[in-house]
């Protein structure tokens, strides 16, 4: 089992939402961590413009390296891959009402007052390992569930 304050801790540490959420489960599905520092470095902060949250899409990358089989360039090949996204996305939403960056942080991190608001007020510090620690947690029940099915 993998530990889920991993990915908060890498946060903590200097990842980047997108990059502490991949990095935790990459190597269990195949994937070094370079790799996966590389591939969700553009993602944090709502891909750098305040949309859906980094540990998100984090989530997203981590469940197409678990679910997407070989004919995954097709969209039958993706069907487990949107089922486990649509199942990650309904208790994510669950727990913090929404994806978007913006509205989890209760400020536009891409403007200078939200970055202000942000800076003064901690958030990245403060708020946002709550949403990565979430990300992470949905995702190893998730991949348990499946483990558990086959």
Same mark, same amino acid.
């Given at each position: *089992? ?11 540490? /200097? ?12 190597? &269990?599905?195949? *994937?070094?961590? =370079? ?11 709502? *891909?750098?413009? !305040? ?6 899409? /984090?989530?997203? *990358?981590?469940?197409? =390296?678990?679910? !997407?089989? &070989? %004919? ?21 939403? %669950? ?17 200078? @007052? /939200?970055? @202000? ?18 990300? !992470?947690?949905?995702? %190893? @029940?998730?991949?348990?569930? !499946?483990?558990?099915?086959?």
């Amino acid at each position: *089992m993998t530990e889920t304050t991993t990915s908060a801790e890498r946060f903590l540490q /200097g990842n980047g939402c997108s990059q502490a959420v991949l990095t935790q489960f990459c190597e &269990q599905l195949g *994937m070094d961590q =370079l790799t996966a520092l590389k591939i969700s470095s553009g993602f944090p902060a709502g *891909m750098q413009m !305040a949309g859906v949250c980094g540990a998100v899409t /984090g989530a997203y *990358m981590v469940l197409g =390296l678990k679910f !997407a089989d &070989q %004919q995954s360039s097709e969209s039958t090949g993706r069907k487990k891959v949107y089922e486990a996204v649509a199942e990650f996305t309904s208790r994510f939403k %669950q727990r913090n009402n929404t994806l978007d960056c913006s509205d989890l942080l209760g400020c536009n991190i891409i403007t200078p @007052e /939200g970055k @202000e608001i942000a800076d003064q007020k901690n958030l990245f510090k403060t708020v946002c390992p709550k949403f990565v620690e979430d990300a !992470a947690i949905i995702l %190893q @029940e998730i991949i348990e569930s !499946a483990d558990h099915d086959q």
